[in-house]
């Protein structure tokens, strides 16, 4: 288990391996995602709007780390982590939508429903959504492990994963959120597809049962961290580090980990955790390091 | 080879076997959507409100008859058929939006989003959309039946199959439409799911590469006959029988078959693909009696 202290610090090397999965998730999906053709060819702009162009791909980043400290394929982990990526991003372009959110801007741009209309929105949405199963039917894996691919991604993002976890949050009410509710909501919204980016990396290299189960909790435990990292920063953070407004969710009188565990409670709990999640990873000793470092990576971020 | 006298007139059983799926998939399907738990319970009750009580279930009809008529198991075809029915709940469910058709009543009852808000609505549909591919991932066959049942349902239902024919049906000028693009369009937008169906009874089945091109050119005849058959209801049929306003393409100044063949020439049209249609089912002879004449059911039906 490596000692707290030579995890502390972020690698100098973690940024520019980040940038280059990125880089490489880029150009798989621009190869995954059809060019513009026949008369529907304005669909398949706008998936392209929506998925290319950016983010940090934190999602795929953790299929591709996940299977190489185990040794498996990294050209298929990619294609698997675009799957994923692809299902993140409609869950963004749906958000966006007027009816719900109603965001004008996303990364610097304007939404997909800004630019191509609510209708070609919904429709780039569930598209987008169509082909990350698309994907992980063609990868070139085998049938056995993509079932399990197709299967648990269905979970994560379904009724009981992430849409789950968009229904708490549109419906329950700020008054009744307390921190087990929170924390669920927080389980399903982001946490399940964190969960799964880091099981798909584990199927991709033909893991074991004790290591999903290892890697799982390593997931949960950095997820929940990244939302009260969140939280925090919506607290600390000046607008223009942060990219967005910041001070938006106390202004709301909204619960988050903050109004309910102060702010030093906050920073306390979201450490903790993330020492929790490294610790999950010492079966694998100096070959985590990269998974490690992306604990610190979510804690250290301004933005 | 049947002669065209013998399937002319519609198999007296048939209502009630159509009849007798349509219950075993209603059961189905309650059986496959989760019951409303947890916080997040009203996105399962809209996702069962939209796929439980009615309609004629025909895609999975589809499915069915098309196993048993080639000895497959009717238990994986029945839930295969339920995972292709889900897909097409979520299309009617977000076709019917606000910013999409915005329709108040969908089989005599209040669309989704008059019940439960258009925000619950986008999710709703999303999440049937997503338990599409999680049934299939979970159905009994084997894992490389699953994966090709997962890939060609992610084809048929996105951006080159039904979404893509949604987007020429939003975009494309009804001036700009002839014969050669409503066909394109009808292929993609109602085509493509009646050709999945049948094939995906064909993998359920372990049907052969030269079974499956049979059952496609059933499919594609019959879809475009069915198209062709709906554009003739709106000119010929009264409201009262037909369940909808009709005359309405017509007072649109819409592109239909009617309107580019006149009624005669569309009529002989659609018989002619019927009758196609049921030859290519020769390879089965008796067999087929099911899937002859579920052409006629679509030929001869008033609504």
Not at 72 to 97: N, P
Not at 178 to 198: H, N, R, S
Not at 234 to 261: N, P, Q, R, W, Y
Request: proline share 3%; net charge negative.
């Amino acid at each position: 288990m490596p000692s707290a202290a030579s995890s502390q610090l972020l690698d100098a090397d973690f940024p520019t391996r980040l940038r280059e999965v990125a880089g490489m998730v880029e150009t798989r999906l621009d190869a995954l995602l059809p060019k513009p053709n026949g008369h529907q060819s304005v669909i398949f702009e706008a998936a392209r709007y929506a998925a290319l162009g950016g983010g940090k791909r934190l999602r795929p980043f953790l299929v591709v780390e996940t299977a190489r400290m185990l040794g498996g394929s990294l050209d298929e982990a990619l294609s698997v982590g675009c799957a994923l990526e692809c299902l993140h991003v409609y869950s963004l372009v749906h958000d966006d939508l007027p009816c719900m959110d109603d965001d004008d801007l996303r990364r610097g741009k304007p939404t997909v429903h800004r630019a191509y209309g609510d209708a070609i929105a919904v429709l780039a949405g569930d598209a987008l959504l169509t082909r990350s199963f698309g994907i992980l039917g063609e990868v070139d894996l085998p049938a056995d492990v993509k079932v399990k691919l197709v299967t648990e991604l269905a979970m994560s993002g379904g009724m009981s994963g992430m849409i789950g976890g968009q229904v708490v949050d549109i419906t329950v009410a700020e008054g009744e959120r307390d921190e087990a509710l929170i924390t669920e909501l927080q389980a399903m919204k982001t946490g399940a597809l964190i969960d799964y980016a880091v099981r798909a990396g584990g199927y991709v290299a033909g893991a074991s049962e004790t290591e999903l189960a290892a890697l799982s909790a390593y997931a949960r435990d950095m997820g929940l961290a990244f939302q009260i990292q969140d939280d925090i920063l919506d607290v600390t953070g000046d607008a223009e580090t942060v990219g967005k407004a910041v001070g938006k969710d106390a202004d709301l009188g909204k619960a988050t980990f903050v109004s309910i565990l102060g702010l030093e409670g906050a920073q306390h709990r979201a450490k903790e955790l993330g020492e929790r999640a490294k610790n999950r990873l010492a079966p694998w000793d100096k070959a985590a390091q990269t998974l490690r470092d992306t604990v610190d990576f979510v804690l250290e971020r301004k933005h």
